[in-house]
């Protein structure tokens, strides 16, 4: 319940005009040839997934055409048909595939959210954009308590949008920062004292999957590391 309300709360979101302006103006005009008679989501993109997860995976931010459109988490592009195939290779989906609201996909043991919630121009939010959102990852980190165990980053701006948000909310970080690479791993400790893996991989973005940088193998061993 107390995450639909923030849910609720950030789907209303306006902190970032340059990503207002963008996420509605692609919903209104922009739209890709192919998608011209669906209806855009236009928003911020709500985590999905497990509520009870002690997993998270945090992404970059939503696609244009992607979450920007089907209102769900790596939806409707070429990136998340690559990790939607993978969870469910390991177990945390019950289907391989992500259609869209109604289409029965649920996550067990894990949860999907983005650093920057809106989606940006070129798919390169600025470091106040950045900044700005971090302050919603910090309050789904806050909600999660000491129940969260491990933290998947796909990609460096989501590894530091962690980082960033856990800094702010007073959490140990190991000094110097830990860098982002694919299978990097850091351990981050709530004010509480409570250790919380994070974990890096390469974004499931066509860029490095089209080029084998990262291949299905190397990303189920990531998720399937997350049980350890
Ligand atoms: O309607 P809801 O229970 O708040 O779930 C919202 C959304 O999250 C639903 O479309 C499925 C997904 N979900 C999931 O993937 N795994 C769960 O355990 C519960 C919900
Ligand atoms: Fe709000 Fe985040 Fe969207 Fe900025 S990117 S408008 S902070 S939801």
Known sequence: AELAELDARVSVCRACPRLVDWRETVARAGRRASFADQPYWGRPGPSFGDPDADALIVGLAPAANGTNRTGRMFTGDASGDFLFAALHRTGYANQPTSAGAGDGLELTGIRIIASVR???????????????CATWLGRDLDLLGDRLRVILTLGAIGWS????????????????????????????????????????????????????RLTPEMLDAALAGLRN
Request: with cysteine; proline share 15%.
């Open 161 to 212: 949008g962690v980082l960033n948000a856990t800094s702010t909310l007073g959490w140990d970080v190991p000094k110097p920062r830990p860098k982002f690479g694919h299978g990097a791993e850091a351990t981050l400790h709530t004010p509480t004292g409570h250790p919380v893996r994070l974990v890096g991989c390469f974004h499931v973005s066509p860029h490095n999957t089209y080029t084998g």
């Open 118 to 132: 809106c989606a940006p121009p070129e798919n390169t939010p600025t470091p106040a954009e950045k900044a700005t």
